[in-house]
């Protein structure tokens, strides 16, 4: 077993519910956000030492979500000492520009990932090769 816990925030709940058994079949143990601000609140905890559960090694947010979006999620994450370097990947229904891209790419954000997601496979080859990046 992984025993890997993988940050989600997704506030698409069809979306948020599949990435989420996805990543349970594939051996994870998850911590769920449907808004930008829930994990932004859960950033305060940790920051703060009140927060005492497990720490993700991989978050997957969306980008355009009610609160902070994962872009802002994302920079704020690379400044909390326990989490600031796992691998992130923000995903979008919505065409990003090349400065709307590199904003992100800047915030701290590993990678971006399009809407509809790629098929199952594909979509864990994505994520591991992110997280494999990001190790060396």
């Given at each position: 077993?992984?025993?890997?816990?993988?940050?989600?925030?997704?506030?698409?709940?069809?979306?948020?519910?599949?990435?989420?058994?996805?990543?349970?079949?594939w051996g994870y143990d998850l911590m769920v956000?449907?808004?930008?601000?829930?994990?932004?609140?859960w950033l305060d905890s940790v920051e703060a030492g009140s927060y005492a559960g497990p720490l993700p090694e991989f978050a997957?947010?969306?980008i355009r979500m009610p609160g902070k979006k994962g872009n802002e999620v994302a920079e704020r994450m690379r400044t909390v000492a326990p989490i600031r370097n796992i691998p992130i990947v923000l995903?979008?229904?919505f065409?990003?520009?090349?400065?709307?891209?590199?904003?992100?790419l800047k915030d701290?954000?590993?990678?971006i990932i399009h809407k509809p997601l790629p098929d199952f496979d594909r979509l864990?080859?994505?994520?591991?090769d992110v997280i494999k990046s990001k190790l060396n």
């Open positions: 077993m992984i025993s890997a816990t993988w940050l989600i925030a997704e506030d698409d709940a069809d979306i948020r519910n599949l990435v989420a058994i996805l990543f349970k079949a956000f449907d808004t930008g601000g829930r994990v932004w609140d997957l947010m969306d995903m979008t229904a065409a990003l520009n090349a400065d709307q891209k590199d904003n992100m701290g954000v590993d990678e864990r080859q994505i994520l591991q």
